[in-house]
């Protein structure tokens, strides 16, 4: 190990640091531009009850969105994303299950994201909450998908998630969804990703600050001064 790159824990920045007053931000994505969307339903009711925990919410609408390198990142829709995502301190990913894995147009989304915005990493840091509608029995299949997506996307992907089974039955005809145990478990989900956002999102960037970025950036800012002095 070498100083100065490695540093003791700062309890501080980690258990003390300036609070924010805002309202928790929240995206919420879903993965399916059909006219009656479950996985936008259930989304819907997600920032409902976000917003009855205090959050403020945004939700993206993917239609219209071009496929990932098809289009310059110039592009409205993918601007509106990049500034969504910008703008938030957490996110929830709702897709549907479509042959035993999440949809084209949830994971386009996420490729439109970038890893790095300059010298700002957009996702590093915040929380995501992931769910899944299918259209047949329980499954776990792109809920699992979509936190490997949030741990590449080095999110704080909260341990519980949502999977609606049979999603066409648990809506009425307003589109609202039905009093269920899969009604109750996203109320759990919201809750439990608004209190994460509550605890890390003023210490996001000192949990996500780490040793062997710190040692490379050391290191590369060693070799320009060095070459400046040849």
Known sequence: MEAPSFKAIDETSLLDPTRSSHAPRILLLYGSVRQRSFSRLATQEAAR????????????????????????????????????????????????????AMTGIIKAQIDWIPLTLGSVRPTQGKTLAV?????????????????????????????????????????????????????????????????????TRDCADYLVDRYSERKESAEELSKRVNLKSI
């Open 49 to 100: 009850i976000l917003e009855a925990f205090g959050a403020e919410t945004r939700i993206y609408n993917p239609s219209g969105m071009p496929l990932p390198d098809d289009a310059d990142v110039s592009h409205p829709k993918v601007q509106e994303l990049r500034d969504l995502v910008q703008w938030s301190e957490g996110m929830v990913w709702c897709s549907p299950e479509r042959h035993g």
């Open 131 to 199: 769910m899944q509608v299918s259209g047949g029995s329980q499954s776990f299949n792109a809920v699992n998908q979509l936190r490997v997506l949030g741990r590449w996307m080095r999110l704080i992907t909260i341990p519980n998630q949502s999977s609606v089974a049979k999603a066409f039955t648990e809506f009425d005809e307003n589109d609202r969804m039905k009093p269920s145990s899969y009604y109750d478990r996203i109320v759990d989900v919201m809750e439990e990703l608004v209190k994460f956002t509550l605890l």
